[in-house]
């Protein structure tokens, strides 16, 4: 037995119709479900910028600041007022500045990153990256006798290039920005800098 439609019932017009009117539905829920995973992420974003960033912001210039200030302070205690380095305890001076900026960014890393790693490990790990550079910058720098004023200042200029790194990634939480971010931190980790 064979299934017959009337061709009257759905005649032309009546398909173009009901397609019509099944893509605007299909249309609709689509830019609901868009719409909805936007307001998502921006919340997120918000969330992080008023609950972490913002009131965080004297933090983390402080952090900063702090470690051109360690900096500053092991090169004073490694060298004599000559300028010529100071050999004795060399080691235990050097260990003991090294354990100073390890203890700050480990507090900071507890305090300020991981809870933005919660919610965007590509920018947690950035962050992380970023302030690894910082420590590897001035044990190196320590390590091969970078003491004098002109040293400080360039160090200096490459925790204020990771500072404005970090600005850069803080605010620029979408997810295209943090592939962009992703691409930066790996250019700038891996490329050899210019200490002497």
Known sequence: MMLCIDSSIWERGDIIAAFAAISVIVIFIVER?????????????????????????DDIS????????????????????????????????LTEELGNLSGIKREFELRFIQPIQ?????????????????????STRLTNDKFSDEDIVDFQSVV?????????????TKDNESREMARLIQSYTSAPRNIS
């Open 118 to 138: 919660y919610l965007y490990p590509l920018i947690g790990c950035n962050l992380t990256n970023w302030t690894l550079k910082i420590q590897d910058e001035f």
């Open 33 to 57: 479900l868009i719409t909805s995973n936007s307001n998502r992420k921006e919340y997120k974003r918000r969330w992080l910028s008023e609950v972490l960033i913002s009131p965080n912001m």
């Open 160 to 172: 204020l290039d990771i500072k404005a790194l970090w600005m850069k990634c803080l605010y620029g």
């Open 62 to 93: 402080f952090f900063f600041d702090h470690c051109v200030e360690l900096y500053r302070k092991a090169c004073t205690r490694l060298r004599n007022e000559d300028g010529k380095i100071l050999h004795t305890d060399f080691n235990l001076v």
